[in-house]
């Protein structure tokens, strides 16, 4: 089992950069594909980017691609995603994610595919 802790959420103008991390407990992070997801007020949850535990191949939502970044450092047993050139419909709660998994390249996009979640951190952008 894991558990999962974000940071680094807040306040910033239409152009600006955040970095959130997600820290894991457990000792078998390196095992465990991550993900990044977030809600929006009224809306679904929705996927924004994937990594495997190989720290290989990533995967990106549309809306993001370009602009959003994720890595994972399995010493810390920690995710991060760099996020530029926020605009305001990035404005949402991030969740990070995380499912057990024998694969090296499994980087799942939908919010079935995870067992764990953190709680959540908000990101607002400001126009």
């Known amino acids: 089992q894991v558990q999962l802790v974000e940071s680094g959420g807040g306040l910033v103008q239409t152009g600006g950069s955040l970095r959130l991390s997600c820290a894991a407990s457990g000792r078998t992070f390196s095992r465990y594909a991550m993900g990044w997801f977030r809600q929006a007020p009224g809306k679904e949850r929705e996927f924004v980017a994937a990594?495997?535990?190989?720290?290989?191949?990533?995967y990106y939502a549309d809306s993001v691609k370009g602009r959003f970044t994720i890595s994972r450092d399995n010493a810390k047993n920690t995710v991060y995603l760099q996020m530029n050139s926020l605009k305001p419909e990035d404005t949402a709660v991030y969740y990070c994610?995380?499912?057990?998994?024998?694969?090296?390249?499994?980087?799942?996009?939908?919010?079935?595919?995870?067992?764990?979640w953190g709680q959540g951190t908000q990101v607002t952008v400001s126009s």
């Open positions: 994610a995380a499912v057990l998994t024998p694969s090296p390249i499994f980087r799942p996009a939908h919010v079935y595919d995870y067992d764990y």
């Open positions: 990594i495997p535990w190989s720290g290989g191949s990533t």
